[in-house]
């Protein structure tokens, strides 16, 4: 669900003619693709589990650095049938 609406945001930015190898989004955005509160995301920030960059009082992630951390904390289902 995450992966689609990352590429769903990919393609808006492509659409809207932003030239970016690795796309980033605001805070905002992030929060509404993660479905998280502005303090689980500020707790992942604290604790280095997702990488931003911070402009002033603006907090911007890159598309590699949420599929990274998705990666990192991917938990492989043990259901063996």
């Known amino acids: 669900r995450v992966l689609k609406q990352l ?3 990919n393609e ?4 809207n003619s932003l030239k970016f ?4 989004i605001t805070n905002s955005q992030f ?3 993660m479905g998280i ?3 689980t995301a500020q707790t992942w920030r604290d604790q280095k589990i997702i990488n ?7 907090i911007f992630y890159r598309k590699s650095d949420i599929i990274d ?3 990192k ?4 289902s043990s259901n063996k049938r």
């Not at 808006?12 to 659409?15: A, E, G, I, N, Q």
């Not at 190898?21 to 980033?24: E, F, T």
């Not at 931003?52 to 603006?58: L, R």
């Open 31 to 33: 929060l509404k693709l």
């Open 7 to 9: 590429d769903e945001l």
């Open 21 to 24: 190898d690795d796309p980033v």
């Open 12 to 15: 808006t930015l492509k659409l």
């Open 52 to 58: 931003f960059s911070q402009i002033n009082n603006k």
């Open 73 to 76: 904390h991917y938990v492989k």
């Open 37 to 39: 509160s502005i303090k």
């Open 69 to 71: 951390m998705l990666n």
